[in-house]
């Protein structure tokens, strides 16, 4: 980290800021849309499809990265013996 430290008067500013009562948050949690345990479960199925695509992409980059070190590992090797 890089930035400044926060001094003790800039937590209790924040702290104060993000304050929520436990009414508060129980009024906010009783706003949310009823949410049926079908749509639950397809939200989740959507979302671990969407989490396996992403994980087969990173892999794909990965492996590019992986090729991509060896051939420059190659290359150095090469000027090293010239």
């Known amino acids: 980290?890089?930035?400044?430290?926060?001094?003790?008067?800039d937590l209790n500013r924040f702290s104060n800021e993000v304050h929520v009562s436990r009414d508060d948050a129980e009024a906010r949690f009783n706003a949310l849309p009823s949410v049926t345990p079908r749509e639950s479960n397809n939200e989740l199925l959507a979302a671990l499809e969407e989490l396996n695509i992403a994980e087969e992409e990173l892999r794909a980059q990965h492996e590019s990265l992986l090729d991509a070190h060896q051939s420059l590992e190659h290359e150095r090797e090469r000027y090293r013996i010239l």
């Not at 980290?1 to 008067?9: A, L, Q, R, V």
Request: proline share 22%; no cysteine.
């Open 1 to 9: 980290m890089t930035g400044p430290i926060p001094s003790s008067s």
